[in-house]
């Protein structure tokens, strides 16, 4: 399972990251690693891209690099 | 003895507002070389020998974008004195894996953790000195909009400085890794042991840039070394931002109580509405709506003055009145030639003033677009337009500058800079001025009240902006598949707490961006202002021409040898269209002055045509209907005035993106005013 595939409201541990190089590395440095809580607060109003709590913050991503980060 | 003091942090940390709060006025906005990059130094307002550096806001220090490169050759190579890394309280996991990175670079640190009272409110507790003992490095509590903490933090930075105490992250790496740093560092020849110790830590990580620094003799041997880790690590970089993040979750759970359960701040009630299903597209028109009648509108909601046409009238009735007056009399006074007169006055005087004119209006809206963005609504309007943009190759981030290219191209290509992919931003730029801007209107009321009588203007008006939407939105796709193809952007973007910006950070914010422009874009347009004056003014047997006699000028002699070009566009059988364009060039509603000069209108009666109310005569002679569409779209989507040319050379940063972007501008003007003449003749 994806965090695409999370609805708001839900909440699933990352297990690991798709993409590689500077995507990754992006989706990393702003904190989405192994073992960390991510929960999803909403989708945007025509669709995508999704809005989600982590470490604490917001950080907004689109539904295709959603799909990248596999969840528990 | 000078002391250079670097500030560091994430994006939205609060630490422009601190360098305002420190610095005031005395802050200078420059470019860092090679990049578009804002380089913001000051100097301390308390001491003058303490010089401070804004570096850009950064999530990390990787080599992927001009930020982080610009920001971390800062710290390594040019060693600041000391570097105050400003961490945003609220999200303080993430913050701190900057600070982590910064101390490996094993420059001197003090941490300032800002919005103290925000973490207060939320019945958070953080406790500086236990983040201290554990950091190894000064930890100080901040509050920067109101300026508490901030003398302290200063000084602490101040008495370290000259201090031989160095950061270092410690214990944090697994033994493989640990290991594999610190075989490279032996290999490494850097004088400076942080240097060498940094650079390990890097090419572990897989930095392509370091990596592209390492010469032959040891590169075989860290190549081989990285690869031994790789076996037993696995992704090294993965491991390493990993352990990271669980080192910085240890020291969280010691230093930082937060009160449990997700309860909803302030900003999150206000972000329901903002973002909500129903609501958020009408809320964002209606603000759009006050920004453009506050900035543009003669009144807003109908009964408060303009504030922007109030100042553009204050501006420009000194400018055209008391100044140029002076100036003129001035140069009459002290006997000048005729043509220097008309040089100063005409030329200089009017050609700058039509610039100036627009300056206020761009202070205010500027100002208003400082606040959208501080405030962190700015964010949210690229997450909810970003759908719909992507469809056509660009960004949610791409829509506040096209929506202000309706107003004026000058401001709206400057806000591309919020863009942070580069081939984003590139390809916003060099269709923003297909968003038929305020100067443009002029044009086609001319037009309107010459040959359209007999529909309402609106008609006509809404048909061109729709056609530059039209233009604008194949365009994107057509280049993102073409000249951009390839290039990657991302939407992984923070959604920052919403705040109220300070005033002043808001009044330096705008201003700042105001005179950058003014400063780089100048020189552009008081170039090519004299120059158009020159050629309009002046035979090629160097006489001089008083204004009404422009028909015998160099320009107009340019122009009988060129309109032929635009006979398959059904104006190129009079010369006076393609002068008209040339003129536009200074400014696009120089047009209707100029045919009021070249068809011998009365005094005044350009002015009428502008407004609609009065046709120059012999204008319909010239052009049919179907020509008219066929002209005002070619003005409508060739280069922009000079002042939106230079503004896309100081946002392009090279001659040869803007002479790429004005190419593409002229070709698709030229195709699409082409297609509406020949298929419009069939047709009506």
């Given at each position: 399972m994806t965090l695409r595939d999370l609805k708001p409201g839900q909440e699933g541990t990352v297990e690991s990251i798709g993409v590689s190089g500077s995507l990754k590395r992006r989706i990393m440095d702003m904190g989405v690693t192994p073992g960390t809580i991510i929960k999803v607060i909403k989708v945007a109003p025509l669709g995508d891209p999704i809005e989600v709590n982590i470490r604490g913050y917001e950080l907004s991503l689109r539904k295709d690099e959603a799909a990248q980060i596999v969840v528990k | 003895m000078k002391i250079k003091i670097a500030l560091a942090g994430n994006p939205n940390c609060g630490k422009t507002t601190l360098f305002n709060e420190l610095t005031g006025s005395r802050q200078h906005v420059g470019n860092w070389p090679g990049v578009t990059v804002d380089k913001k130094e000051g100097i301390y307002k308390k001491d003058k020998e303490v010089s401070i550096l804004d570096l850009p806001g950064i999530y990390s220090l990787s080599p992927y974008s001009a930020e982080e490169i610009v920001a971390r050759d800062y710290i390594v190579k040019e060693k600041p004195d000391i570097v105050v890394n400003i961490v945003d309280g609220t999200s303080i996991e993430r913050n701190l894996y900057l600070t982590l990175q910064i101390m490996e670079t094993g420059i001197p640190m003090v941490i300032a953790v800002n919005m103290m009272d925000e973490v207060e409110s939320r019945g958070d507790k953080i406790d500086c000195n236990q983040l201290s003992s554990l950091l190894g490095v000064p930890v100080l509590p901040m509050v920067a909009r109101s300026g508490k903490g901030m003398k302290e933090v200063m000084d602490m930075a101040i008495s370290l400085t000259g201090t031989q105490k160095k950061s270092s992250i410690g214990n944090i790496y697994s033994p493989a890794i640990k290991k594999a740093i610190s075989e490279i560092e032996g290999l490494l020849s850097d004088k400076n042991e942080e240097d060498r110790k940094w650079k390990a830590i890097k090419l572990v990580e897989g930095d392509e840039i370091v990596q592209s620094n390492i010469s032959g003799s040891e590169k075989s041997k860290i190549d081989a070394i990285i690869a031994d880790v790789a076996k037993e690590e696995g992704d090294v970089e993965a491991k390493i931002a990993d352990l990271r993040y669980k080192h910085i979750a240890v020291m969280v759970r010691k230093a930082v109580k937060k009160k449990s359960g997700h309860l909803e701040t302030v900003s999150d009630k206000i972000d329901r509405v903002l973002t909500n299903r129903v609501f958020a597209l009408p809320i964002f028109a209606l603000i759009m709506y006050l920004i453009f009648s506050i900035t543009f509108g003669e009144t807003v909601l109908k009964f408060i003055p303009g504030p922007g046409v109030w100042l553009q009238t204050v501006v420009t009735d000194f400018w055209d009145g008391p100044l140029s007056e002076f100036i003129i009399s001035g140069l009459e006074n002290l006997g000048a030639a005729q043509w220097t007169v008309s040089l100063v006055g005409d030329g200089v005087l009017a050609g700058l003033g039509g610039v100036i004119s627009f300056l206020p209006q761009i202070l205010v809206l500027f100002l208003l677009l400082s606040f959208l963005e501080d405030s962190g609504y700015m964010a949210r309007v690229a997450f909810v337009m970003d759908r719909v943009f992507r469809k056509f190759g660009l960004t949610g981030k791409s829509f506040i500058p096209l929506l202000m290219g309706f107003g004026c191209s000058v401001p709206a290509i400057m806000a591309s800079?919020?863009?942070?992919s580069d081939k984003d931003r590139k390809l916003t730029m060099m269709i923003t001025p297909f968003m038929s801007c305020g100067a443009k209107l002029p044009i086609y009321m001319m037009f309107a009240v010459t040959l359209f009588r007999d529909i309402n203007s609106v008609w006509l008006v809404l048909g061109i902006y729709f056609l530059g939407l039209g233009v604008a939105i194949i365009s994107g796709i057509i280049l993102s598949k073409t000249i951009f193809k390839g290039a990657n952007s991302n939407f992984i973007m923070e959604l920052p707490q919403y705040r109220i910006p300070t005033l002043k950070s808001v009044l330096i914010h705008g201003w700042e961006k105001l005179k950058g422009f003014v400063i780089r874009a100048g020189t552009v347009i008081f170039a090519s202002t004299v120059l158009i004056w020159l050629l309009s003014r002046f035979t090629f047997g160097f006489q001089y021409l008083p204004e009404v006699e422009m028909g015998r000028s160099i320009l107009a002699t340019l122009g009988k040898a060129v309109k032929w070009i635009f006979i398959p566009l059904g104006f190129g059988n009079d010369w006076r269209p393609v002068v008209g364009t040339i003129t536009g060039f200074i400014a696009k509603e120089n047009i209707v002055a100029t045919f009021g000069v070249l068809f011998h209108a009365a005094e005044g009666a350009a002015d009428l045509a502008m407004a609609g109310e009065a046709a120059i005569p012999g204008v319909a002679d010239v052009f049919s209907r179907v020509s008219s569409v066929s002209y005002m779209a070619f003005n409508l989507l060739c280069m922009p005035c000079f002042a939106a040319v230079g503004a896309l050379k100081k946002e392009m940063g090279t001659w040869k993106w803007t002479f790429k972007a004005v190419l593409f501008q002229m070709l698709t003007a030229y195709v699409v005013a082409l297609l509406i003449f020949q298929i419009g003749n069939l047709i009506f």
């Open positions: - | 800079r919020t863009l942070d």
